[in-house]
């Protein structure tokens, strides 16, 4: 037996956007700010220093949200099947995006509800033009592993200057994206996803007087997050070129530096499993 969406609409399922009057009449476009901690996230915002973020935020500040996995592979197969980062706060909370399975407590009226395994090819099918452009190695293609992910898509993209040594690579990704979105059909809707690598070690060539030596940090993560932010506007702008959208910006996990004696991710620390989160609108320029 196939599960009814559930219609519940209690304080927890009720702010979302109705995907079902999105999809088909807006672009979508999903960024992973790979390894973003939440706490940064939203102690810059506060503090005013992603300006560019937090003007498209609501109220101008991350959501705080719980990841899906604990390291980018895991997060992102349970993201593309549906499970975007999960609401703090108790729920039950309303999924923007499911595949129909019976039972879910999350599937409610304004879910999209797709019939494929995962919402890449539900999107597809829905016809949409699928493109990733990745960043850290889990999209590298260069071997099975790294591979997987980038499959999903129609069209994938990766170079060295994507990935996480690179000093600018958040630029040479929203060139490409740049590049991918006008060699499209502006009739046909797009999906673009882009896994933002500038965030995960090494990080430490994003803060001016930072050496290798001294390695990566909070404070360099933060001066990662910053030049992010410095460039995020010319990919909203390229993408309002073709009408409207629908922008989700969030981290898949977050990383520690030496809190509690932990460094690095795939591990179950609060500061791993507590992400920032937001979605908004994009008018068509």
């Not at 109705?18 to 915002?45: C, K, P, Q």
């Not at 803060?207 to 932010?229: F, I, Q």
Request: proline share 7%; with cysteine.
């Amino acid at each position: 037996m196939r599960a009814e969406p559930d219609t519940r609409s209690g304080p927890a399922m009720s702010s979302e956007p109705d995907m079902n009057a999105v999809i088909g009449s807006h672009d979508l476009l999903l960024i992973t700010l790979d390894t973003l901690r939440h706490d940064v996230a939203a102690e810059l915002a506060a503090a005013g220093r992603t300006p560019n973020l937090s003007a498209r935020m609501p109220g101008g500040a991350w959501e705080e949200r719980h990841a899906p996995g604990s390291f980018t592979y895991a997060s992102h197969q349970a993201m593309f099947a549906g499970f975007l980062p999960t609401p703090a706060a108790p729920g039950p909370h309303r999924r923007l995006f499911a595949a129909r399975f019976a039972g879910s407590e999350t599937t409610a009226a304004g879910t999209y509800v797709f019939e494929t395994p995962d919402l890449v090819s539900g999107l597809a099918a829905a016809g949409y033009h699928t493109v990733c452009i990745g960043g850290v190695g889990f999209f590298n293609k260069r071997g099975p592993l790294g591979s997987v992910l980038p499959g999903y898509f129609q069209e994938s993209h990766w170079e060295p200057e994507f990935g996480v040594t690179s000093p600018t690579s958040f630029e040479a990704q929203i060139d490409r994206a740049e590049q991918v979105i006008a060699g499209l059909d502006p009739g046909r809707r797009l999906f673009l996803f882009v896994n933002v690598s500038a965030l995960h070690q090494p990080n430490w060539f994003h803060l001016p007087g930072a050496t290798r030596e001294a390695g990566d940090s909070r404070a360099t993560h933060a001066a990662a997050l910053e030049y992010v932010d410095r460039h995020i506007g010319r990919l909203l702008a390229a993408l309002s070129v073709r009408g409207p959208a629908f922008a989700i910006v969030c981290s898949d996990h977050g990383t520690a530096y030496g809190d509690d004696g932990y460094t690095g991710h795939r591990l179950g620390h609060e500061v791993v499993w507590t992400v920032p989160y937001t979605h908004f609108f994009l008018e068509a320029r």
